[in-house]
């Protein structure tokens, strides 16, 4: 899938709840990435997982079936590798969207070190 094609479903299906002002202001605005939807706190954090905690749910889902893609590197999309399976295998990527098959989860390593990661699992 191509990167507008992922950032399309990803907005559809994680950030479907807020309002459409507040997306435009926090992130598509120049500037602003899918994750400001939580460094802006445009969700409540019973939303989703932040930092820690983020890491660890990460560590233990299913990721049968997942895709990433590095926002600053890639224009497609790419199938889940072995040796991305943990947090700390992301660690040395400067900024990577995973979301798991069918969009039922995601997790953001942001290129910020003070912000994220983030994991959301789909409603």
């Known amino acids: 899938m191509t990167k507008e094609e992922f950032y399309n479903r990803w907005m559809e299906t994680f950030a479907n709840s807020i309002p ?48 990433y893609i590095e926002w600053f590197e890639d224009e497609q999309t790419k199938d889940m590798i072995l040796n991305l399976n943990t947090a700390k295998d992301l660690d040395d990527l400067v900024e990577v969207y995973v979301v798991g098959r069918d969009f039922k989860w995601t997790y953001i390593k942001t290129h910020e070190s003070m912000c994220g990661p983030y994991f959301m699992k789909n409603k």
Request: net charge positive; no cysteine; glycine share 6%.
């Open 20 to 67: 459409k002002k507040d997306i435009i202001k926090y992130v598509k605005s120049t500037g602003n990435y899918i994750w400001h939807i939580f460094s802006w706190e445009l969700l409540t954090e019973k939303h989703y997982l932040v930092g820690d905690k983020a890491r660890e749910a990460y560590d233990i889902i299913d990721k049968n079936g997942a895709f």
